[in-house]
């Protein structure tokens, strides 16, 4: 029931956002109230992809939301391109990882580190969602570890041969370009544009996921691709590369959890007052009011950690160690908000019925995926004490 909701805002943090953040947040709102959750239960049901949705998401802004827009995006600020996520999130987190990928971590890099001719021939299309992108970092041997991906490609004189495979790739089975990161001879990383179509290249869908279930994930193989030398994004190489496109995509997803977040508290603070147990409205009773609190209380948290976050990336002060933290915190509130509230619904809150468990179960690669909750606390662990307990 959609149409019933209302976003919980109960330290006034609507008085923290300028006009422009909100006519950007509610025209997201409306839409994905809209166009995504009537129709997003069947498509995650039937572990589908709704790709009717694309032109949607474009036109709220959703992909690029702040680059600029001589290239096709949004040119909006960090806390628009944050609202807009959340927005997108209460809907579902699969839905909001398209727009991630497409924005952070396809969009970003090739704006970023691109040449202005792959600038131009790539984003405004990007932006339109007619061509759709996803991002190759994580390989079967080395998740939490890209710097040691196998992947690599050498120079042919004029082209590279590229070889290797990524697994867990968001938007890989449609995608018409991977940013695909890769080793060069001497083991330096560097980011090259695939696309669809270059022989050797294929993109087999992962199925059997109980998460992110309308979301499509799939492997990156490579099998003696040629890569074209200008698909080579010549900005940056490094694995710094890759990993401040990371912190893009985490800001994003530090504040789509609290859209879930809010869709969960939302759904049961209305049931527990509507629902009838002893002849009392579950509301009524002190241990789901307890429940009830402890979540808007954990929201609102959320909710100051990433406006000021926002603010701080706006200002381009954000560190990343500050950003692991939001998306480590906000994850972990939301996704114990959606295993509360879904005891909260008793019965009920294990059908399809109601939008928790399907938040519940895609938060489980929410706080798998863009660094696991472990790594996030260690990256905070070596800010703090200068030691990088990982290595
Ligand atoms: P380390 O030696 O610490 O760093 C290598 C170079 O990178 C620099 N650096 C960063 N630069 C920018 N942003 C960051 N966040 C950075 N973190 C590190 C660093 O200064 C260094 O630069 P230089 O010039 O000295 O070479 O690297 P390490 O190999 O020890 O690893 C560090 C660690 C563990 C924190 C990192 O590897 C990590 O974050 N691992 C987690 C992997 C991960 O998050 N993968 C995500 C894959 S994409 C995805 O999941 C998409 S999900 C879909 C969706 O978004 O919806
Ligand atoms: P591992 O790294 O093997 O970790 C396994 C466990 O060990 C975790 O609990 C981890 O915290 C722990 N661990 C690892 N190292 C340490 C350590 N040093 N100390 C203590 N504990 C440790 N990747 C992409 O590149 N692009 C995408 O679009 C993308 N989309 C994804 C979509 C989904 C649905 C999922 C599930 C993943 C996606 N990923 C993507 C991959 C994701 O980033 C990785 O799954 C994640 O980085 C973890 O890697 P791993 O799964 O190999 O786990």
Known sequence: RPDLFEAPDYYNLDELLTDEHKLVRDAARSWVKREVSPIIEDYAQRAEFPDQIITGLAEIGAF??????????????????????QEIERGDSGVRSTASVQSSLVMYPIWKYGSEEQRKKYLPKLASGEFMGCFGLTEPNHGSNPGGMETKFKDMGDHYLLNGAKLWISNAPFADIAVVWAKNEEGRVHGLVVERGMEGFSTP???????????ATGELIFDNVKVPKENLLPGKSGLGAPLSCLDSARFGIAWGAIGAAMDCYDTALRYAKERIQFDKPIAATQLQQKKLAEMITEITKAQLLAWRLG??????????????????NNVDMAIKIAREARQVLGGMGITGEYSIMRHMMNLESVITYEGTHDIHLLITGMDITGHAAFK
């Not at 939301?65 to 609202?83: K, M, R, V």
């Not at 869908?205 to 979301?215: C, G």
């Not at 603010?311 to 480590?328: F, H, N």
């Open 64 to 85: 690029g939301p702040y680059i600029p827009e001589e290239y096709g995006g949004a040119g909006l600020d960090q806390i628009s391109y944050g609202l807009i996520m």
């Open 205 to 215: 869908e992962t199925h059997n996921k109980w998460s992110l279930r309308a979301s």
């Open 311 to 328: 603010v701080l990336r706006e200002q381009g002060k954000a560190t990343s160690a500050q950003i692991s933290m939001a998306k480590r």
